[in-house]
């Protein structure tokens, strides 16, 4: 993936990959080499590298859960000191009409996953969801440190 000029003389890119365990690393890998690109702190980067892995293991994971693999696609835009992760989807929205709340871990008791929603709304500055025509559209918003 190749970093592209936006409108508005915004940098970002975008990524289309099957809904598999194996693309989603594969696309989170790319995402992340185009972003490092741009020479951002390196703790930043890694929470957005755990906040785009988690959103997307969530989409494979429980919104194609059953259904033949569809499709993922995942915009990034930098707007100002705001990143923008976008993720569309065409699986199973939420059932409630919005991202579960998620819960921190209890250290005494590790139960296998259960933890990504609190670890994405720990990490980042603002989630917008939204199913129209069809489709999951997430938009995750994480400002630049300093």
Not at 128 to 142: D, E, P
């Amino acid at each position: 993936m190749a970093a592209r000029p936006c409108p508005d003389g915004l940098q970002g890119g975008s990524e289309r990959f099957a809904a598999t365990d194996s693309e989603s690393r594969d696309a989170v890998g790319r995402v992340m080499a185009a972003l490092r690109r741009q020479g951002w702190p390196s703790d930043f980067l890694g929470s957005v590298e755990i906040v785009l892995a988690e959103t997307l293991n969530n989409v494979v994971e429980h919104a194609y859960r059953g259904q033949p693999s569809g499709e993922v696609a995942v915009d990034f835009t930098l707007d100002g000191r705001d990143l923008w992760l976008r993720v569309m989807d065409r699986g199973t929205p939420f059932a409630s009409g919005v991202p579960p709340v998620g819960h921190p871990a209890d250290v005494h008791c590790l139960p296998e996953g259960g933890f990504g929603w609190h670890l994405i709304r720990s990490l980042s500055d603002e989630i917008q969801y939204a199913h129209q025509a069809g489709a999951n559209r997430l938009a995750i918003r994480m400002a630049l440190p300093g």
